[in-house]
């Protein structure tokens, strides 16, 4: 299976790129992330909520390859516990499918992403800044990823 990462935002921090990078590199061969990056809207004075959101979410489902099943990751969208994730993630990867999980910018995705979107995965109640969901994601698909192969990573 293909995981592609689509998210808006160009050169992350450091901290950003390590935290990424340390649980990306645990992933074995046949789990590599693949990472899109889409540009931030320019946000003059006077644009609008909507209109950047728009626009970022036109490259971001250009950003996704052919075919792909898309998860929106939403806050508003469902939770699952990290054993839940461990069987969705299974699911997955049973499916033969690849999948797109995509991450707004600062105003959130268009609604043409949640709509390509089948599933909205909301990480916690809570709103998060964009590049710490991208730390937060692969860390967790990482720690689901350990469950599937019996790894003592995880501990309930
Ligand atoms: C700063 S948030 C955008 C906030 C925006 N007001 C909204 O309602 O979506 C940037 C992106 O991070 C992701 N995100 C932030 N918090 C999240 C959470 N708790 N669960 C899932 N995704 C989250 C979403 O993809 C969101 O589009």
């Known amino acids: 299976m293909r995981l592609t990462i689509v998210a808006v935002g160009g050169r992350m921090p450091a901290w950003v790129e390590e935290g990424v990078s340390e649980y990306s590199k645990r992933l074995p061969r046949e789990l590599r992330l693949q990472w899109r990056e889409v540009p931030l809207a320019r946000r003059g004075k006077d644009a609008k909520a909507e209109q950047l959101c728009q626009a970022e979410g036109e490259q971001i489902l250009k950003a996704v390859p052919q075919g792909d099943r898309v998860i929106a990751l939403d806050v508003k969208g469902r939770s699952w516990t990290t054993p839940e ?28 992403c949640l709509a390509r979107a089948e599933r909205r995965w909301s990480l916690s109640a809570l709103t998060l800044p964009h590049p710490l969901v991208r730390i937060v994601l692969a860390e967790q698909l990482y720690r689901a990823w350990t469950i599937t192969v019996n790894h003592p990573y995880h501990r309930e």
């Open 85 to 112: 994730l461990a069987q969705q993630l299974s699911s997955w990867q049973m499916s033969g499918d690849n999948y797109s999980l995509l991450i707004g910018g600062p105003d959130g995705l268009s609604a043409e």
